[in-house]
């Protein structure tokens, strides 16, 4: 591969992927580089984006529908996977971040996975995966 090459071709980062009740879809990145990908060039700006807080865990994108807001349970279920998906797995209820994937950015030379966040919504759920 030429030294050119790596910005000319797709990237994809390997996911998990969920279906929700109502057909929402849901995807879960893997590593600290498919998280950033994931977070910074995959997630649309209307999608939603979850972390677990103030722990290690996997970005999880809940993909936005053109007019169509989904439920308070549809965000607690995605924010429920954030939890599985996370150091927290085995913990009780634990806090989440949730925003609207327009409100999360990469920090200038930050490190793969390092996201800054505003207009942050806190969901207390349990790790739960469907």
Same mark, same amino acid.
């Given at each position: %591969?030429?030294? @050119?090459d790596r910005? *000319?071709?797709p990237?994809?980062?390997?996911v ?5 009740? =109502? ?6 990145g893997?590593?600290?580089?498919? @998280?950033?990908?994931?977070? *910074? ?8 984006w979850f972390?677990?807080r103030? %722990?290690? =865990?996997s970005?999880v $994108? !809940? ?10 349970? *549809? !965000?607690?279920r995605?924010?429920?996977?954030a ?5 927290a797995?085995n913990?009780?209820?634990t806090?989440v ?5 327009c409100?999360?950015?990469k920090?200038? @030379?930050?490190k793969?996975? *390092?996201?800054? $966040?505003?207009?942050e $919504?806190i969901l207390?759920v349990?790790?739960c995966?469907p």
């Open positions: %591969m030429r030294k @050119n910005y *000319t071709q990237i994809q980062p390997d998990h992927e969920y279906e929700l009740p =109502g057909g929402w879809s849901v995807l879960v893997k590593t600290d580089i498919d @998280n950033d990908i994931l977070s *910074t060039r995959v997630a649309n700006p209307d999608d939603w972390h677990v103030s %722990m290690p =865990g970005h $994108i !809940l993909r936005a529908r053109p007019d169509e807001e989904p439920d308070k349970e *549809t !965000l607690k995605t924010a429920s996977i939890v599985y998906h996370s150091k797995r913990a009780g209820i806090p971040s949730c925003t609207r994937a409100n999360v950015n920090p200038r @030379n930050a793969p996975g *390092t996201v800054q $966040i505003r207009k $919504i207390k349990r790790p995966i």
